[in-house]
């Protein structure tokens, strides 16, 4: 019994400087068979969009941190619509695929309001417990499905922990943070503000500054 191997494809991403060419060259020798090959061209980085989402959709894993992060491009789906990046028949499965991340990190809630790192675990997971807030808070609105007051306030006063918590390092303080302010809860403020009294240049002290714009301390923010 003879048994075909699946398709295989190699994708090339490159730069052409303006009144330049660049040859593109296929080695018949890497191949089975006949390749075919595709070019695409355009003036913005935004061409491989598509194919990036296809790529997240498939994500081989289901743990928190990579059910978060395949699922936070598709909140942009609206945006992406607008600039031509995607057929306008695509949001439907996209907003569903969203939804479904939203279900899928809510069974790793714990009670606590931190999360896990796979479904029906007890094993706490701080720092992306951070980035599953984020990505609740910000899919509520974009999604138009509101959290659970419970749920909500659980979230957020595990953030308050974390972003009070000075024997945490700087950038887990200051995400924790700037998702309390996306949140619209303000116990951020304090947190923010003793970030930038430390007169650091570095992330940390930019997301800091990003929680108090965003919480509508612009000023402060503006350093």
Request: neutral net charge; contains cysteine.
């Amino acid at each position: 019994m003879l048994f075909r191997s699946p398709p295989v494809t190699q994708a090339v991403t490159m730069a052409v400087p303006a009144g330049e060419t660049q040859r593109i060259q296929i080695d018949q020798a890497d191949w089975r068979g006949q390749p075919t090959a595709k070019l695409r061209v355009s003036a913005s980085p935004a061409l491989g969009v598509k194919d990036a989402m296809d790529w997240l959709n498939g994500y081989p894993y289901g743990c928190l941190e990579q059910t978060a992060a395949a699922a936070f491009p598709f909140l942009g789906v609206d945006n992406m619509v607008k600039a031509g990046l995607l057929a306008p028949g695509m949001v439907p499965a996209v907003r569903s695929r969203a939804v479904q991340a939203m279900a899928a990190i809510l069974t790793m809630m714990q009670g606590d309001g931190s999360f896990s790192m796979w479904p029906g675990s007890s094993w706490q997971w701080p720092e992306a417990s951070v980035f599953a807030a984020h990505y609740l808070f910000a899919a509520a609105p974009a999604l138009a499905l509101p959290l659970d007051a419970d749920v909500s306030w659980r979230l957020r006063r595990f953030l308050q922990q974390q972003a009070e918590n000075a024997a945490l390092s700087r950038w887990q303080r200051a995400y924790s943070a700037y998702v309390l302010a996306l949140s619209t809860d303000q116990d951020f403020l304090l947190p923010a503000r003793n970030l930038l009294l430390e007169q650091k240049d570095d992330l940390p002290s930019l997301l800091a500054a990003a929680a108090l714009i965003r919480g509508g301390y612009a000023a402060e923010g503006a350093v």
